[in-house]
């Protein structure tokens, strides 16, 4: 039988891609990179061109859209899911990229649910997070001793105060539109000297630094809040 990769190929630099990464790269037939639409560069195909050799494997776009409506993406879900369900049929090995970690925020988790439905056998692959390759670089702990952790997607500014309140550490995952409003949140608390920002983190354009008000960041940016 055909099997489901689903893989996570780390945080921007080649070098976090994991020896299981590329073991289900070398197995794989086909690799499928998610794209928002179909003809656009992916991120995580770039990371992993510069570690493995994709030449010889045949690549798949999925077209995952990011509209704000729920019909369009869960479509676009749908059919993704069975391109792949399709190729497995054929008896092909497909392995499916993700930026990160697959258990975070992954696009993969849509496909990897359909699949384990139709059957198929399925591993996943872990990766590195942006958050954790970010604390490493800026060699801050996540996390120390009984200390709790809370990982929020973009901003709620209701819910951050809430986790401010509630949590030790703090990260807001693709945040970079909203730093500023992150600031103010902070400084009502005293604590925007404790945040870091991450940007693009493993890329040439990467970011460490305290967070700034006024300054814009990329798609692909996290805050980490330490109290």
């Known amino acids: 039988m055909a099997k489901f990769y689903s893989v996570g190929v780390g945080a921007g630099d080649g070098s976090y891609i994991t020896l299981g990464a590329l073991r289900a790269l070398e197995q794989a037939d086909i690799i499928a990179v998610p794209v928002k639409k179909y003809g656009e560069k992916s991120t995580a195909l770039e990371i992993i061109r510069k570690e493995f050799d994709t030449d010889k494997k045949e690549i798949s776009e999925l077209e995952f859209r990011m509209s704000g409506d729920t019909k369009i993406r869960e479509e676009s879900r749908r059919n993704s899911a069975e391109k792949i369900i399709s190729a497995l049929k054929d008896g092909k090995d497909v ?133």
């Open 95 to 227: 392995a499916m990229i993700t930026l990160g970690d697959v258990s975070v925020y992954s696009t993969c988790t849509y496909v990897h649910n359909a699949v384990k439905n139709a059957g198929f056998e399925l591993e996943i692959i872990p990766g590195i997070t942006s958050f954790c390759a970010a604390a490493d670089k800026a060699q801050i702990s996540l996390c120390e001793g009984n200390e709790s952790v809370a990982i929020i997607p973009s901003l709620k500014s209701n819910l951050l105060e809430k986790y401010i309140a509630d949590f030790d550490t703090v990260v807001i995952m693709k945040s970079g539109n909203d730093t500023d409003v992150i600031y103010d949140i902070l400084k009502k608390y005293g604590l925007e000297n404790n945040a870091i920002v991450s940007s693009c983190i493993g890329m040439e354009n990467e970011i460490i630094e305290k967070i700034q008000k006024g300054k814009s960041y990329g798609y692909f940016t996290t805050v980490i809040v330490r109290k």
